[in-house]
Structure formats: structure tokens, C-alpha cells
């Protein structure tokens, strides 16, 4: 048996081999709120399975919206349940 090292993403739980690796995803991790995406924005809601958003901003969302949150969002507000996570 081997002991092998992992890393692991402080916001999402992803597990990577490498660290830079691990760096690189957490820069662009939909559940770290510096990237201000939808995930953790007050406006974002996902219920049954569909994203949308209650702040009227989806004029200038992307093609891939809702299927892909929205990254570095203008309209980004913190979300409650988010920073109540944090606080624990």
C-alpha cells in the first residue's frame, strides 16, 4: 500500500494531486465567493434543479447560463447562507 498526498480545495471540497493544480481551480471555484459567481450570490436561486436569478442582470448573462453560474458578476451580492457557512 502507498500513502499518496492529495490537496484539496478550501471552498468546494474538489481533491487534486497537485497544489498548483489545486491553486489554479480555487482561482476559478464557483463556490469561492472572490470569483463573485452565482453560487454564492444572494440573487441566485436553484430550485428543482434550474438556476435563475432574481436580480434583473440576465440580459448580459452568457450563453451557458443557467446551465454554468456566471463568473465575476457585476450585480454579485453576498449570499446569507453562504457567509453563515463561513461563520461555523
Request: aromatic share 14%; charged share 35%.
Amino acid at each position: 500500500m502507498k500513502e499518496i498526498i492529495m490537496f484539496q480545495c478550501d471552498h468546494c471540497k474538489k481533491k487534486y494531486a497537485s497544489k498548483y493544480r489545486t491553486r489554479d481551480h480555487e482561482k476559478e471555484c464557483w463556490k469561492n465567493p472572490e470569483t463573485k459567481s452565482c453560487n454564492t450570490c444572494n440573487w441566485n436561486s436553484y430550485e428543482n434543479g434550474v438556476r435563475s436569478c432574481e436580480y434583473d442582470y440576465k440580459s448580459t448573462f452568457p450563453d451557458t447560463y443557467p446551465q454554468r453560474p456566471v463568473m465575476h458578476c457585476e450585480a454579485w451580492v453576498p449570499s446569507y447562507e453562504y457567509q453563515e457557512e463561513e461563520d461555523e
